[in-house]
């Protein structure tokens, strides 16, 4: 046992002395959530935002903040569409109740980039030109579904709006 912990003791001593590189083949402020990870002295205002953070419209909110906001929507959204997937068995008998739990759902995932991003830059991205079209169609088969679930109580446009709302990209 004597030279087994003796081996180890050289193998660490060993390791210490050289010196290890590690190559990563990406660099970290080329990812998209740069300004997240970015130290106080790079770039950041007095109080330690930068100033992407800073001119949302949630410049209080700590990174901290907007994490948990964040995985609280996810977790709503993830919870609506789970209950809404207990309806699919009786879609024909339920299918208001299941187009306003997805809606809901959909709605909840949205708002999660919302704060994590902050609400100018996803309406920024969400409005650009490229993307116009899919946000216009997104956002004209939930106000759909809603309508034709609430107002008009009608299954079938309501069926049809969610299947929309369904294979419209958002984000």
């Known amino acids: 046992m004597a030279s087994l912990k003796k081996e180890l003791d ?32 790079s770039g950041t205002t007095t109080n330690g935002l930068d100033s992407a953070v800073q001119s949302s419209w949630f410049p209080a909110m700590s990174r901290l903040q907007r994490l948990i906001a964040f995985c609280v929507f996810i977790c709503l959204g993830i ?33 999660s980039f919302v704060v994590l991003w902050g609400p100018m830059a996803c309406v920024q991205q969400m409005f650009s030109t490229e993307r116009l079209p899919f946000t216009s169609a997104y956002l004209g088969t939930l106000l759909a579904t809603l309508y034709s679930a609430l107002s008009l109580q009608s299954t ?16």
Not at 84 to 110: C, D
Not at 156 to 171: M, V
């Open 79 to 111: 919870f609506c569409f789970t209950v809404a997937s207990f309806y699919i068995p009786v879609l024909i008998f339920k299918a208001r109740k299941f187009a306003l739990l997805y809606t809901l759902g959909s709605f909840f995932m949205v708002c």
């Open 10 to 41: 050289e193998y660490l001593s060993a390791k210490d002395k050289s010196s290890v590189e590690i190559n990563i083949p990406f660099k970290l402020n080329a990812l998209p959530l740069e300004r997240w990870y970015k130290s106080k002295g």
């Open 156 to 171: 079938f446009l309501t069926c049809i709006s969610a299947s929309g709302q369904e294979t419209t990209p958002i984000l």
